[in-house]
């Protein structure tokens, strides 16, 4: 009786010490992960639109960065960095919707928030070109590094995807013209100037898409014969950050387009999540083959 009177004045203490609006549920706890990607279109295809809305349906709230120029290179970002030079637009995805500032530098934008991933990509028609790399990732590693707020920050490559076979992008001959030469080239490239710049993670969107290619749904994935197209184009490439960002499995995912239907919907999610899986080559989603796709 004398120890449970204990418990009882115990309890009663630390329910005046801590009141019961101090606690909060396990469920009702949001994570909050901070990404920022130094990049281009390609950046705004994959991260810009519905990566947001798949997280929040996990509860995890993201605050996304992109700091864009269309069709920028590499060797532009080193040589804005280098120059300090104001020329993005600096997309911010938050709880509070979408934000543009223009005229902003590299700087400015590392310096916004303490992230805890920074991405980097070539434009899509060096992408698969491993010199194109090494001198302006390596310079523009080293500068990010040193002004990134984060000690812990992870840096991460992002592994574009392959131009539709019927493309007439001029860089698409640097590849034969061929979808799978290419695909081929940006998924050995991507990894190898991971593992010469000791990046942490290389993101497969590329994979993605190329897992979905093989589907019944075939090579419509693309709005120009590059860009990803508005619904299941980005929702494929960011359903894979999604579960790179988040370890958890897009796979019956609750947030898609609404213009979506769910053998599309399906296809996205277990097209990404077989990218994270084998981020190198194409998974075959054998549900889902096309009949052009043969053993």
Known sequence: M?????????AIILFLAFPSTSFISLEKKVTVIKILAIGNSFSEDAIENYLYDLAASE???????NLYIGGASLDLHWQNAQENK????????????KVVLKDTNIETAIL??????????????????????IEPLS?????????????????????????????????????NNDQETMYTAITETARKVSISLGLDYVVPSGTAIQNARNTLL????????????????????ASTWFEALTGISAVGNSFGPSDMDET????????????????????????????????
């Not at 080293?142 to 490559?157: I, P, V």
């Not at 075939?218 to 490439?237: K, S, V």
């Open 86 to 97: 104001a020329a993005y637009e600096y997309r911010k995805v938050t709880t509070q919707g």
């Open 264 to 295: 599309a919907l399906k296809i996205a999610q277990l097209a990404a999540h077989s990218a994270i899986q084998n981020p190198d080559e194409v998974t075959f989603l054998e549900e889902y083959l096309s009949e052009i796709v043969v053993d």
């Open 2 to 10: 004398k120890k449970l009177h204990q418990f009882s004045l115990i």
């Open 139 to 175: 310079n523009l590693l080293a500068y990010t590094k040193n002004l990134a707020t984060n000690s812990e920050a992870k840096y991460w490559l992002h592994q574009t995807w392959a131009y539709a076979e019927n493309s007439t992008h001029d860089g698409f001959s640097n590849y």
């Open 59 to 65: 509860n995890i709230e993201l605050i996304i960065g």
């Open 112 to 133: 916004d928030e303490d992230w805890d991933y920074i991405s980097f990509q070539q434009v899509s028609n060096n992408s698969g070109k491993y010199e194109t790399y």
């Open 218 to 237: 075939g090579d419509n994935f693309t709005r120009d014969g590059y860009h990803l197209n508005y619904t299941i184009g980005r929702y494929t490439a």
